[in-house]
């Protein structure tokens, strides 16, 4: 490998600098930590709480995720140490947060998206722990700890409130089924996260990283404004009522929304700023000249700053769109809570450039703490023959599921297709490795495609197909 | 070559029998999947959503191609069968072979099998009969069966561990094709419908999913049915009563609830509605009031006369959900419940003269008592008037469930088999080594999990030093030189 010369360079570059961002981690989760515990002391509400838990576990993970990445700017050994010591104290306090909530209810926590979403964290929290301590990969968390915090964030802001289990919900199958269906996820994910670092040991170009990255958060960006952008440059919100913490319906299916005047104009802006660096990129790539990426890696930069400007006034100006009830009196604001999967993208798109930035800036480090391209790409497909087998069985314990319930083993759900989908998906995979020799580069890509397929059946089939599988 | 008609079947064959015919219709199912999931579907949907969602022109064009019913189109089975018929010719192809490597494993131990082997070390003996013997206990202890192999005159063993791993793939493949068998056997010989029951109810006629009605060779009874709720009014728990009866008999009965169904011959009875029923009363709690004042609670139940003193019967006789009233007559307005109205009928048991009382709890007003001896009382609450509950049963019949299930087991073992058991065999035989010295060599090979693998070689090589070692069987000047493991692959 020709970049094994360069990559030997195991050394910590500087201390001081290392010690710098341990102290800033540490203050800061001490700090969130006392800020948590004086809000708790000033509502003498009880400190065992599952919200409680949570907020200690998003902290932890948090902080974890910030020593993991700073781990992969310097090349710290021992902000490994306490990346993995931060994320084991976020999985005990989330798994607080599961026991507490599965006590009070009397059965696991599988039964709503944010239910899910709890079992998925720890999961993803107790995979990149195995990951680091068995296979030795220890980046691995600057990846899926930015995830679990995107998914605490969400979970946030997702109904939370315990219901009680509609009848077809009370069966045993739901246990498996979703046990299942939660492992093998977090293995998938997995899967494409060690798929990404072999492209990154594997000589794939620092370009193409920052076409596919601008190319995410255009995607996003465009998406939002494509199906949110109004008349006079308001951006529609759903409408939300607090006190049944849902989204309001007007009819089946059909959401309530509301303008916020002049924040479509921002996301029209930040959606052509993240375009800019992709075009510099074709630009760079159909003229053959190298200086167009260097501007694009600017563009980079004033996108991540137009994305960071774009949330804060996301935030701060949800509120402000006023609708009146169908049936009470008055004007009822908008809320944050009704936009959990615009926020959701917004904070991915900007994780994902700052990963990218990460890369362009420490590439040479990464690959020096990364293990080999021939072991990612071997440890990816042992994830993969974990995560299938997994998937068949969730599968299966759906269908049977199904037939004691629905009456039928197999009606062709959009839920269902898409869980066969990827089912089919991985199979492909594991075929062309199998029996074509698929090594290296192509694999990695299936395993990457094999995830977004995961995702959009996981949360895409939830929200934007219609389908008997209403709950999750 | 020239085209000939007797080509055909062979070029069929060998379009379907490779693997990237079989990946390209594995894309076009899934790509067929997806837009499944994407338009509306018919049966799910019904017409006046998928007017209102697609133009005339859109809706007429998404059926021609039958897009709104993917699941069931003619061309969907088709691609499910072709990528049926490419498991099964790409699984013949290639099983054959895998079944002699299967049923008859390569023991032997020839020096270009030898050279080609990833794993292989060489420990030196003195004695060939003894070294073996001594391996072949270090391999026993260690959990490994031994097969003694005579070939050339150069005795040799041969160990091997979990060759069944080497069929799994097939297993995977026949269990895929057993869920199909069972798909199609369902498809075409099952059934499912509808039944709605009232309590009390017998019925043996089923309105099918696919329009129309079925008979069934027996009929169902339900004896209750109601819906248990949570504190906060949510639904808890659905349930009915109920028996299948047949010839008037009744053979078998069951409490039903969500998630666990009534199983009789082949045909399963869900639990998937409860509803109340708008036009039938079950049940109405009044009070009648006698001539000296008198008032004593009265609970009717459709057609079931009650007494009300030695002279007179009362019965509940007729309900209408949305009344109103016009010169003393009731009149029923709609099927909504707005205005409930209960008709009633005195009867005197010596004259056998009937006189009808309305009560109207909604105006609260009772007409035509005022000729009576009796007085009633309309209900004090709509907790007395019970409607008449309704369970609604999913009926289905699918004789190749079993073939699907036996599949999904299949395949849960045979994923297992395939991803966990490695298939692992050692050759040992006591040969002279390169400078013409009795050694002992070992070589090893695994099927996946090479790494894994390795250390379990190293683990058996050791085993066998230190057997050998033990029992003095290494050369005197070999233990003095520490034997290396000398993994002879590298060289």
Known sequence: MATRARVVRMEPP???????LLVLVGLSVVFLLIVALLGVAKSGGSLISESNFLYVALIFYAGAGALYMGFGVTGTPRYVRYASVATAIGLVANTLAVAHRWYLSGRPPFASVYEMLLSFVWAVAAMTLIAEK????????????????????????????????VPALQSTWLHVHVTLAMLSYAACALSCALAMMFLIQDGFQTETFLAWTSAMVSAIYVAIVATRFEKWGGLSVTGWNAQTKSDIFLGQGMRLFVTVPDLGWLFVIAASAAIVPLLLYFAGRVRNDGSFYGTANKAVFISILLQLVVVAAFVLRVRDAAYPSPDQDGLFPTSLAASPFLLGGMVTGIFASLLYLMLLWRRADLQGLLPSADTLDRVTYKTICIAFPLLTGMIAAGAYWANRTWGSYWSWDPKETWAAITWLVYAGYLHMRITRGWRGRRAAYFAILGFGVVIFTFLGVTYLLPGLHAYA | MAFSLSSIPKRIHKTFAN???????????????????????RPATDAEKLAQAYSPNTLRWLDRVMLTDVF?????????????????????????????????????TDWHFRAALPHKVELPIKNAEDGLNAAERALKKLGWPVDRVAYKNEPSLYSERHRVSV?????????????????IIDGAFGYSGFLALHKGQTDNVIELRSGGKKQLPFAVKCYAAGQDNYADGSPKKWWSKLAVVQDGKEIESKEIVVNDPL?????????????????????????????????TPLQLHMNQPVALDSDATVSLMDYIPDAFVRDGQVFKKSDDIENLAFGLEVKNRATAEVSKVWLLPAQGIVLGE????????????????????????????EPGQWLVWTGVLLMCAGLGVAFYMVHMRLWIVAIPDAKGKLVLWIGGQANKNRDRFEQKFNDVVEGIRIELESASLTPQSARREQPELTLAGVK
């Open chain 1, 14 to 20: 500087a201390a001081t600098g290392g010690n710098a």
């Open chain 1, 134 to 165: 068995k296979f030795g990969v220890k980046i691995i968390g600057s990846i899926t700890m930015p995830l679990a915090v995107v998914c605490v964030i969400l979970m946030q802001l997702l109904p939370s409130e315990v219901r009680p289990l």
């Open chain 2, 19 to 41: 693997l990237r015919t079989g990946i390209v219709l594995l894309i076009l199912v899934v790509i067929a999947s997806a837009m499944g999931t994407f338009v509306l579907q």
């Open chain 2, 72 to 108: 069931h189109s003619w061309w969907f089975l088709t691609l499910l069968g072709l990528v049926s018929l490419s498991i099964v010719l790409v699984s013949l192809d290639r099983f054959p072979n895998a079944w002699r490597f299967y049923a008859r494993p390569y023991r032997k």
């Open chain 2, 167 to 183: 069929m799994a793939v097939y297993i995977v493949h026949a269990s895929l094709l057993l869920i199909f068998a069972g798909g």
């Open chain 2, 263 to 295: 199983v009789y011959r082949g045909l399963r009875f869900y639990q998937s509605s409860y509803w109340l029923d708008n036009h039938t009363v079950d049940s109405l709690q009044i009070a009648w009031v006698a001539k000296d004042g008198k008032e």
């Open chain 2, 370 to 397: 005022e000729n009576l001896n009796y007085q009633f009382k309309n209900p004090a609450s709509a907790q007395d008037i019970a409607l008449a509950a309704v369970t609604g049963l999913e009926v289905s019949h």
